[in-house]
């Protein structure tokens, strides 16, 4: 008797004219884009910030590292949970073009793929990089990818 | 049947900031985190010219009692473009006099939002954190970040021997008639003085 193999959900982003997949279960909403607060920083990959739902969410382009090229416009921004260490936080990501939510089986990276890479999935005649946003986004050290997803939203320092 | 009192809200705790701008680029700082605020015209005459280091942000000291303060040059702290600089914070328990554009108001915020660990380089020795003020979201400096202890290090080891930090230089401190940092040293917009009243130490900073 064969197992049955396990779907799990994931949204598909677009960048320019490639799709990329993240766990569903790491995405909190799409928005459109709002206006980006930016201050002298020294982490390349960070854009600026958005204000939303009273958080204060990093915008981090993916892009110049998925893709090769920066992005020169932007349709939405995906909120995703970043895990790490000391807690979980959303940071926004832009995107191209509409997400789409599907199930789908995912292969697992191997040793080959490259750290962002956490699987694949096949669809619509596509094979899609799963991404894992821990190794894609930066933040003070790397966390496992299993981090436990109950961890506290680490947001702020007093309120 | 009497209800019960409705239970109290715990009351909101906030923090006085001055919003200034160097460069442009507004930020935030705490008002008890601010000695005095000065003009750069009054720093002519006590500032003291230092001898060009790899810490390019510091070019003057000033004497203050036993102690020199380090005049940071805060667009080149932050990497943002030169801009002429119309005061400087005295920055309290800090050997710092940060030059800054101008002081934008004074404003109290209700919130401090820790920098997101997305941010992960040296500007959380920068910051304290960020703080949205009229839907503006503005990064609060952290003091004690402006030089770091291998910095002033450096920076001591720089001075002339004749001047050491533990203020020896006669000259310098005798000299300089109506240091601008004596306490009763006027600046020189006092328009600017109301607007920027210097806190007192009692104030005391949320945790």
Known sequence: ?159 | MRLPAPAKAPPVRTEQIILFRISGQLFAVSSASVQEVRSVDTLAGSAREISPSEIRKVRHTVLRGEHHLYVVNGALHFNLPSSPAALVFVLRRTRTALLVDGIEKMTTMSRLQALPQAFCNDERNWYRGLTAIDQTVIPVVKPEGFLTPDELFSLDSALDPAVTPTGEDVAVSEGAPGSVFDPGSSISNPSSLDDVSVPSDSASPLP
Request: charge should be neutral; hydrophobic fraction near 45%.
């Open chain 1, 1 to 159: 008797m064969t197992p049955l193999n396990e779907t799990e959900s994931f949204v598909l982003l677009r960048l320019s004219e490639r799709r990329f997949a993240v766990s569903a279960g790491d995405i909190a909403e799409l928005v459109a884009p709002s206006r980006i607060f930016r201050f002298p920083h020294q982490t390349k990959e960070i854009e600026g910030v958005i204000l939303r739902r009273g958080r204060i969410v990093p915008v981090i382009d993916v892009a110049a590292r998925l893709i090769g090229k920066k992005l020169t416009s932007r349709r939405f921004y995906l909120i995703a949970q970043r895990r790490y260490t000391a807690g979980t936080e959303w940071i926004a990501l832009p995107v191209t073009g509409d997400c789409e939510l599907i199930s789908a089986e995912m292969i697992p990276a191997s040793a080959a793929d490259l750290p962002h890479v956490a699987g694949w999935l096949s669809h619509d005649g596509d094979v899609i990089e799963v991404l894992n946003l821990n190794a894609l986004t930066p933040g003070p050290s790397p966390a496992p990818l299993s981090a436990p997803a109950a961890n506290t939203v680490r947001q702020e320092a007093f309120s």
